[in-house]
């Protein structure tokens, strides 16, 4: 299975971002799909989940009511819609996938990464 993200750039507070996910050789349409970000010297942080459906969204509090995460499973793809965006956004996102149908807050439940596209916004 292999993740390839896109989307990512510089553009200033408030303003919005697309972020893409295209997923090949995925094992299962059902599998749920995830979003997570990293700033530098940070954590990598759950950002939003999306089941395989899509009829579940999940999302961090602090992009809450500002990010949609959304999916494409005809094409295997999946998108953060990120709008009002701040400058704590800042951060390389990362798209992931499981194997299994179950969605998690942590890192440990997602068998497959991409190589994450950098978000920078400036005040």
């Known amino acids: 299975v292999q993740l390839q993200a896109s989307g990512g750039g510089l553009v200033q507070a408030g303003g919005c971002l697309r972020l893409s996910c295209v997923v090949s050789g995925r094992p299962s349409s059902s599998s749920g799909m995830s979003w997570f970000r990293q700033a530098p010297g940070k954590e990598r942080e759950f950002v939003a989940a999306i089941t395989g459906s899509g009829g579940g969204t999940y999302y961090a509090d602090s992009v809450k009511g500002r990010f949609t995460i959304s999916r494409d499973n005809a094409k295997n793809m999946v998108f953060l819609q990120m709008n009002s965006l701040k400058p704590e956004d800042t951060a390389v996102y990362y798209c992931?996938?499981?194997?299994?149908?179950?969605?998690?807050?942590?890192?440990?439940?997602?068998?497959?990464w991409g190589q994450g596209t950098e978000v920078t916004i400036s005040s």
């Open positions: 992931a996938t499981s194997i299994g149908s179950s969605i998690y807050y942590n890192i440990r439940g997602w068998n497959f």
